[in-house]
């Protein structure tokens, strides 16, 4: 257990849906990180946020967004859903004062599929 | 904008044998940190060491090594005598202060018994 708590594990849905992922980071984390890795490819970078703040924005679709509250969880949402929306949502939690590295520790990820 | 290139999708080793995998980045900082990451079949993401740029000694851990050349942007992964649990993806990452965290595209390493 990472410590990073990522539900729900598995989510079938249809096209043009909507679905909100939840992340909960490590205990005293203060940095979120969404990662999104479809079929046998790399992840990509979704967003992150530092203490309830976004701090950085990839190649996020204006489709999907994301929060990160008072409690410092995560919730990733995603509409309009299309097939191509499939894949593992990882969420990612660090705290970049605590080491000289900014060490990223991932959940288990949340697997999507749109049927 | 930093990238970060696996040039080998898959490597096969036998059991007891050491592989490397090999990893080059493009970046303009001097000070950075460089990461591996193993993804078995149960998908998990798990820290396999990393390396502070600063540092000129490569990183080890237990049966992992690394070889970093920093002038030449190589940061190549050992794995010295393979196990069939070092099956997995490994991903070659890169990060620099506390931007994101950039990753290749994997090297899908199979071990033969």
């Known amino acids: 257990d990472s410590g990073v708590t990522q539900t729900p594990k598995h989510l079938i849905t249809a096209t043009g849906q909507r679905v909100t992922l939840r992340c909960s980071p490590r205990s005293g984390d203060l940095s979120v990180y969404w990662y999104q890795q479809s079929l046998d490819q790399g992840l990509q970078f979704l967003i992150q946020?530092?203490?309830?703040?976004?701090?950085a924005k990839g190649n996020i679709l204006e489709r999907f967004s994301a929060q990160q509250f008072p409690d410092l969880h995560s919730e990733l949402n995603l509409s309009s859903l299309e097939l191509g929306d499939s894949a593992l949502y990882f969420c990612?939690?660090?705290?970049?004062?605590?080491?000289?590295?900014?060490?990223?520790?991932f959940g288990a990820g949340s697997r999507l599929t749109v049927l | 904008a930093q990238t970060v290139t696996q040039s080998q999708p898959e490597m096969s080793v036998q059991e007891a044998e050491t592989v490397t995998l090999s990893c080059t980045y493009d970046?303009?900082?001097?000070?950075?940190?460089l990461f591996w990451y193993k993804q078995p079949p149960s998908r998990q993401m798990i820290l396999v060491i990393r390396q502070e740029a600063y540092k000129q000694q490569n990183a080890t851990e237990n049966r992992f090594s690394v070889n970093f050349q920093k002038a030449a942007k190589s940061f190549s992964l050992k794995i010295s005598d393979s196990q069939l649990g070092d099956a997995a993806m490994y991903f070659c990452a890169y990060l620099f202060g506390n931007e994101k965290l950039t990753f290749g595209t994997g090297t899908r390493l199979t071990i033969i018994p």
């Open positions: 946020y530092y203490n309830g703040e976004e701090r």
């Open positions: 970046t303009s900082e001097s000070d950075y940190y």
């Open positions: 990612a939690s660090s705290d970049p004062l605590s080491s000289g590295a900014n060490v990223l520790t």
